[in-house]
């Protein structure tokens, strides 16, 4: 698998709505597999057994299997994003915010990505590395600079209320290091306030 999606031969908005919600089933299917297996296990003969879809009807609705893919690592990861804004949403104050944000990244993440087992909430970092090697390769790695910048500016944002120095720079270093350390820790089990609190320290941001 490329990770290397061909343009779509279909528009979606050319779509019934039952065929949209079948085209939707076949990218969610793919989704649970991806978390469940990994992406290299995202093959056609997988998802079609995950979705009850026919092989054919994936090929009607895409164009190859990596388009499947794209969508349905976008789908797995704005889940993921989703989680973390949405914690920091529930913080009027804006250091709160922040700890809340860069603690919700990776515990409880399980359950926005739908994974399942004792250490669950590393599988969506496993799963952005993972994608973002493969995509590396064939030199496409749109969908990956998407979520990433859309990650880095959340940051930037709590920084730029946080009245931090250097929001940008710092926002960017914070949501790397936070990825990079989710599967560091995952051998070590330390608490993950422990090591968010490492990193804070580390950019000299604000504790709540």
């Not at 050319?14 to 991806?34: E, F, Y």
Request: with cysteine.
């Amino acid at each position: 698998m490329t990770v290397n999606p061909k343009p779509s031969l279909l528009d979606p908005d050319d779509l019934s709505p039952n065929q949209l919600a079948k085209r939707k089933k076949i990218i969610q299917a793919a989704g649970r597999v991806m978390v469940r297996d990994g992406i290299a296990a995202c093959t056609a003969r997988s998802v079609t057994a995950e979705s009850g879809m026919s092989t054919s009807a994936m090929h009607y609705y895409f164009s190859d299997t990596d388009e499947i893919l794209d969508l349905a690592f976008r789908g797995v990861m704005e889940g993921f994003l989703d989680h973390i804004e949405n914690a920091a949403a529930r913080h009027e104050n804006p250091v709160r915010a922040l700890w809340a944000d860069a603690n919700a990244g990776f515990v409880g993440s399980s359950a926005s990505v739908g994974a399942t087992g004792e250490h669950g909430e590393t599988l969506a970092t496993m799963i952005w590395f993972e994608f973002h090697a493969q995509g590396l390769r064939p030199g496409n790695i749109t969908t990956v600079k998407e979520l990433s910048d859309r990650g880095s500016a959340f940051f930037q944002d709590l920084l730029e209320r946080c009245g931090v120095d250097a929001p940008q720079q710092k926002a960017e270093t914070l949501y790397c290091a936070l990825l990079g350390a989710a599967v560091r820790d995952s051998l070590s089990r330390r608490p993950t306030s422990e090591w968010v609190a490492s990193l804070f320290a580390a950019l000299a941001l604000p504790l709540p």
